[in-house]
């Protein structure tokens, strides 16, 4: 069947530290995949967009990979902030709909 | 540029009755997509809208429907509503269909009692 995962466990990183992020999928082929942050009770937010043939995008503090052999996508925070405290969705199309499916999440609790 | 904007913010039905939600999209972008958030399933995909027509549907039950007007903005209706139809209903819009980046509104919290 088709999943994608993410740690529902929290992520807890001390500030400063690079927070790291897995999206692990299987059954897809997507052409893209997305990365989102969600603040509670708001609606979810762009953050980067990485297509198969691309191997790493940065953006700012952000880094993310994609390995389409390995089904895996990395998302990184360098230098992390408590402000950065938040849901990280990964999102990827479904290849022969165009539909974009999302993980469920994982939540990231950067202390002082 | 103005945001997604959704309306009502909150509602509360009763099981039986039925509802519709309003979503108003990025000026320019005619690609809206809707969403079902809720804490056991996560954000699952129930349809998209590009140009008035109905691109894409997710697996809903048919008592979930939608629609799209020519300015774009899109409507999304429940009936026969179900307790668990409680959720987060947010909408996003993009420039283009497939869609890319997306642009999510705050959502309409319903809750069905």
């Known amino acids: 069947s088709q999943k994608i995962e993410q740690n529902s466990e929290a992520l807890n990183i001390q500030e400063g530290k690079t927070a790291t992020l897995t999206c692990n999928y299987t059954?897809?082929?997507?052409?893209?995949l997305q990365w989102y942050r969600q603040d509670p009770g708001r609606g979810p937010v762009f953050l980067l967009l990485i297509r198969e043939n691309e191997k790493e995008k940065r953006k700012e503090r952000l880094k993310v990979t994609f390995d389409t052999t390995l089904k895996q996508s990395l998302f990184h925070i360098t230098a992390s902030q408590p402000a950065d405290s938040a849901t990280y969705l990964c999102?990827?199309?479904?290849?022969?709909?165009?539909?974009?499916?999302f993980g469920t999440g994982t939540r990231l609790q950067v202390f002082p | 540029k103005a945001g997604v904007t959704q309306t009502p913010r909150y509602l509360i039905k009763t099981r039986g009755q039925q509802v519709t939600l309003s979503c108003s999209p990025i000026?320019?972008?005619?690609?809206v997509s809707w969403y079902q958030q809720t804490p056991g399933q996560g954000l699952q995909f129930l349809f998209e809208y590009f140009s008035e027509t109905q691109r894409n549907k997710g697996n809903f039950p048919g008592r979930f429907s939608g629609r799209q007007f020519s300015n774009s903005r899109s409507e999304m209706n429940v009936s026969t509503l179900e307790l668990g139809d409680s959720a987060l209903y947010l909408c996003a819009s993009s420039l283009s269909t497939p869609p890319g980046e997306q642009y999510f509104g705050p959502g309409t919290r319903l809750t069905v009692t």
């Open positions: 999102a990827l199309d479904e290849s022969n709909t165009d539909k974009l499916i």
């Open positions: 000026s320019g972008h005619r690609s």
């Open positions: 059954n897809y082929s997507p052409a893209y």
